[in-house]
Structure formats: C-alpha cells, structure tokens
Antibody, heavy 120, light 107 residues
C-alpha cells in the first residue's frame, strides 16, 4: 500500500525540541525527493523543507532555517524532521509529502500529518 | 520569495454550476503550478500539476489553465463532494510557496 505515516508530534514547551518521523511504503522511496509541509490550526499550507533523493540537497523555508533539520534514511524508508527552538508559531500539523516526479516539486502523496503543539 | 495570491477568498456556487478559481504569482513561475483540494479534517489532494495536467484519478470536470503569472482552476459542474478549500502552489523557485486558499462553498 502506497502511504506515508508521520509520528513524533505532541505538546512541547517553547524552546524545546522534537523529532518527527515519516515512514514510507509502497513506492521506491530512494528515488524521490521528500518534503515537509505544515498547516497551523485554521490556516493555509506552508512549505517547510525538502531533501533530495539521496540526501545531497536540502532547502528550508525562511521561518525554520537554522532551527529545523531534514534528513532521511533510505535503508529504513523513513524521513525525519528535527525541530529545535520551538515557538508557539510552530504549532501546526506537520505533513510529509512525496514529490510527484524527480525534481518536480509538487506533491502527489501526503501523509495524514502529526500535530505539534508548542505551549507552556 | 514568490507570493501566490488566490481569488476570491470565498466562492459561493450552486451544485451543477461552474466554478472558476484564480491564482496569481508575483513573478513568472512558467507552468510549474499545482492545485490541491483539502476537505475539513483531511489531507490535501493533488488535482493538477504542470498548470494543466490532471493527477491520477481526478475527474475531467477539473481543469487547469494558464502560464507565467496567471492561472485558473475550473470545475465544470460542481458536485457535492467538490465543496472544499483549494490551494495553488508554485514549484518553479525556492522557497516553494502556496496561495492562501479559496473556500468553495454551497450557494
């Protein structure tokens, strides 16, 4: 079954860290760039980060640059997002998403998301 | 950063009628434009990529057009399941950016 399943979200205090995971199955994970996209409650979609198929290329949105780190383990078909120095503005559902075709950065497969709530 | 502006913010249309949603980019994105549908509590669903190519399994009542800075998503005859929020997304330049969304509601 082709799917992405995120985990690792939860309630965390400002300034703390979390590691989000996204387990992929049903497709050749190592052949696609992977992304994180987030959505604050009641708001629109915000692209967060991308990692190339072999991990060689990484880009970040301005709001998370320097605080978030994207990585992947192709042997485990898993994508990660290390989120540090969290603020209430980082509260959102975090989706992992697969690029539609090699180096074409639209998203044809999304996970159900994991909710990160930053609150004291 | 390329700013994507969608209009209108909310569109009220009766079932069976046509809906036209607009998306404008602050600079050219060529044809690197995608459209997504999101229903409450659900994950976004890819509808259109390359400005006009329907994704797998998307009904042909959905069509996309445009290039450069002006894009349109047309739903030819609205079904009850089409009432949702629609987002455009450019993937021509980093960072990838989304429009703020258009809410399509039943009139």
């Amino acid at each position: 079954q082709v799917q992405l399943v995120e985990s690792g979200g939860g309630v965390v205090q400002p300034g703390r860290s979390l590691r989000l995971s996204c387990a992929a199955s049903g497709f050749t994970f190592r052949s696609y760039g992977m992304h994180w996209v987030r959505q604050a409650p009641g708001k629109g979609l915000e692209w967060v980060a991308v990692i190339g198929d072999n991990g060689n290329k990484k880009y970040y949105g301005d709001s998370v640059k320097g605080r978030f780190t994207i990585s992947r383990d192709n042997s485990k078909t898993t994508l990660y997002l290390e989120v540090n120095s969290l603020t209430p503005e980082d509260t959102a559902v975090y989706y992992c998403a697969k690029e539609g075709a090699f180096n074409n950065w639209y998203f044809d497969l999304w996970g159900r998301g994991t909710l990160v709530t930053v609150s004291s | 950063e390329i700013v994507m502006t969608q209009s209108p913010a909310t569109l009220s249309v009766s079932p069976g009628e046509r809906a036209t949603l607009s998306c404008r980019a602050s600079q050219s994105v060529s044809s690197n434009l995608a459209w997504y549908q999101q229903k409450p509590g659900q994950t976004p669903r890819l509808l259109i990529y390359g400005a006009s190519t329907r994704a797998t399994g998307i009904p042909d009542r959905f069509s996309g057009s445009g290039s450069g800075t002006e894009f349109t998503l047309t739903i030819s005859s609205l079904q009850s399941e089409d009432f949702a929020v629609y987002y455009c997304q450019q993937y021509n330049n980093w960072p990838i950016t989304f429009g703020q969304g258009t809410r399509l509601e039943i009139k």
